[in-house]
C-alpha cells in the first residue's frame, strides 16, 4: 500500500501532519477525506451506470 516505506518513514510522516494540523484537525481533515471519496466513488458509479445504460440502448438500435 506504501511501496518502498519503512516503519520509521510512516512515523516521520505522521508526526509531521500532528505537527501541522494539531490533534484537534486531523479527526475533521480524515472525515472530510473520506465524504469526497465516498462523492468520488459515488459519481464514478453513475458515469458507469449511465454508460451501461447507453451501450444497451446503442445495441438495441442497431438491432431494429
Given at each position: 500500500?506504501?511501496?518502498?516505506?519503512?516503519?520509521?518513514?510512516?512515523?516521520?510522516?505522521?508526526?509531521?501532519?500532528?505537527?501541522?494540523?494539531?490533534?484537534?484537525?486531523?479527526?475533521?481533515?480524515?472525515q472530510?477525506?473520506?465524504?469526497?471519496?465516498?462523492?468520488?466513488?459515488?459519481?464514478?458509479?453513475?458515469?458507469?451506470?449511465?454508460?451501461?445504460?447507453?451501450?444497451?440502448?446503442?445495441?438495441?438500435?442497431?438491432?431494429?
Amino acid at each position: 500500500m506504501f511501496g518502498n516505506l519503512g516503519a520509521g518513514e510512516i512515523l516521520l510522516i505522521v508526526l509531521v501532519i500532528l505537527i501541522l494540523f494539531g490533534s484537534k484537525k486531523i479527526p475533521e481533515l480524515a472525515q472530510g477525506i473520506g465524504k469526497g471519496m465516498r462523492e468520488f466513488k459515488k459519481a464514478l458509479n453513475d458515469v458507469q451506470e449511465d454508460i451501461k445504460i447507453s451501450d444497451k440502448k446503442d445495441s438495441t438500435d442497431e438491432k431494429k
